[in-house]
């Protein structure tokens, strides 16, 4: 009786510690939908993994769960477990990382970022399969707390990384530039009401690791000049973002000037426009860009704005997400057939998004930058369509964008690298004539015959293709120039309703 009654009083046993931020909004770990379950299951059948469980299928979760909730020191034992498993199995790391991978990164709780931070860690010190994707997703979650050791991770294995892993090096570089271009101009403002929020944390942990992620960029830029290429010409936009910042004017002085043009000829790779932009956005812009039909899309444009655009610096990653959308994302002919909103009408939405004068100028960069270096033989087309079909499909009811673009098209030809003003003014006519060649435009009457285009503007391009020979002229512009010019005058047959 006496022990029953002691019993009844004994504490229940604790709970298993959390990975994931948790709310009433959150499932619990026992819940088979919480992706939390996996692990909790795992941890029950194997509380305490061992060299018994090598073969065990449950392993890889639980070993995760033991790394991510175990309290300081991490012991030794689950590194040489980790180690031993993967020397036995090879697909046990691969297992390892997949399962650390399938949590949802924002939402880690401060110890098991850390002790991710350390796994990740663990396996570039081994090579182990699999590492290389693990920390490419944690780069795309930037700026987290724990992004100094990320940095440290990366500089340590930076020789291994060059001659193994380059890809993984020039994506790491990238996303570190665009995060310094992102908050180079004043740091985040910050009061006693909010100063324990997850935007002013993420600005102080930033601006905690400014110096490092300084340094690694340069050093890697300095040593490693061949891997970073791999980027392609937007490092070199990155550059110029950065031109006031004292550590990047040295190396631009001694380092890139004299091969910034040959740079600019490598194209932006796919790959690399998504280190600019987290998983979450780029999954959003691939749903509303593959299955929201014209029409509907207001209110998905709207949800994206209000998740992503209207948050703290959130206005920043336009330019980078109109690069994705340009270089990131080229639509199959089916999708381009199936009345979903185009490529070209989400630049324009984003580029109306533009509030700060700077970012707007930044966003039209990143919408004309691969015209200014385009071969036909090496340029892929579909870069350069989403600004030319933004132009004419703005023409009839928002002649102010075709305006305002082709304008700054202009000034781009003139004043964005003089001494190469002879070359880039070649790479837009090229751009203009492939496009036509193509088929994305009939010809570039639509433009230089729309009476509600500027006639200055009108007027120049038609100047501007004229340079060309008499028959790339024709070509491009659909007839000889004076007829072109006789045509200005008559009643548009284009733009008139």
Not at 207 to 222: A, H, N, Q
Not at 266 to 277: E, N
Not at 301 to 312: E, G, N, Y
Request: aromatic residues 8%.
């Amino acid at each position: 009786m006496r022990r029953g009654h002691i019993q009844k009083f004994l504490p229940p046993p604790m709970p298993p510690p959390r990975l994931l931020a948790g709310g009433d909004h959150h499932p619990s770990p026992t819940s088979p939908s919480s992706p939390e379950y996996p692990f909790f299951s795992a941890h029950i059948l194997l509380p305490s993994p061992g060299p018994a469980d090598l073969s065990s299928p449950h392993l890889p979760l639980a070993l995760a769960f033991s790394f991510l909730t175990h309290p300081s020191p991490l012991p030794r034992r689950l590194l040489v477990l980790l180690h031993a498993a993967g020397g036995r199995f090879p697909a046990f790391y691969h297992a390892f990382s997949s399962a650390l991978l399938s949590l949802p990164l924002p939402l880690l709780l401060p110890h098991p970022l850390t002790r991710l931070l350390l796994a990740v860690s663990e396996l570039a010190r081994a090579a182990a399969p699999g590492f290389t994707t693990l920390i490419v997703s944690l780069l795309r979650h930037i700026p987290f707390p724990g992004d100094t050791c990320l940095l440290e991770v990366l500089h340590e294995h930076s020789s291994f990384l060059a001659d193994e892993e380059p890809q993984l090096l020039a994506s790491a570089v990238f996303a570190f530039l665009r995060l310094l271009a992102k908050n180079r101009l004043t740091p985040a403002s910050r009061s006693d009401e909010c100063s324990d929020c997850n935007d002013c944390k993420k600005a102080k942990n930033l601006g905690e690791c400014r110096d490092k992620l300084l340094s690694f960029c340069v050093s890697m830029l300095r040593d490693h000049t061949q891997v970073c290429t791999l980027i392609g010409r937007d490092i070199v936009r990155c550059l110029h973002e950065l031109v006031l910042v004292p550590e990047f004017q040295e190396l631009w002085k001694d380092s890139m000037l004299g091969c910034a043009m040959d740079i600019c000829r490598i194209g932006m790779t796919g790959w690399c426009t998504a280190m600019a932009i987290s998983p979450e956005m780029e999954t959003q812009l691939l749903f509303m860009m593959n299955n929201v039909k014209w029409g509907t899309q207001k209110r998905y444009q709207l949800w994206f704005a209000r998740k992503h655009l209207m948050v703290p610096g959130g206005e920043e990653r336009i330019p980078d997400i109109v690069r994705f959308i340009c270089c990131g994302y080229h639509p199959t002919n089916e999708v381009m057939q199936s009345g979903v909103i185009a490529r070209w009408a989400v630049i324009g939405w984003l580029l109306t998004s533009c509030n700060k004068s700077y970012i707007l100028a930044n966003a039209k960069l990143a919408l004309f930058y691969d015209w200014l270096f385009f071969d036909e033989g090496e340029g892929n087309v579909m870069n350069i369509e989403p600004a030319m079909l933004l132009m004419v499909n703005s023409l009839s009811q928002y002649t102010d964008i075709t305006n305002m673009l082709l304008e700054f098209l202009f000034l781009l030809v003139e004043n964005y690298e003089v001494q190469k003003k002879g070359v880039i003014t070649e790479c837009v006519k090229n751009a203009f004539g492939v496009l036509v060649k193509k088929g994305v435009v009939p010809s570039m009457e639509i433009l230089t015959c729309c009476e509600k285009l500027s006639p200055m503007l009108r007027q120049k391009l038609v100047v501007f293709l004229s340079s060309a020979s008499p028959e790339e002229t024709k070509k491009t512009c659909g007839q000889p120039i004076e007829e072109v010019s006789e045509a200005m005058e008559r009643k548009n047959r284009v733009c008139s309703n």
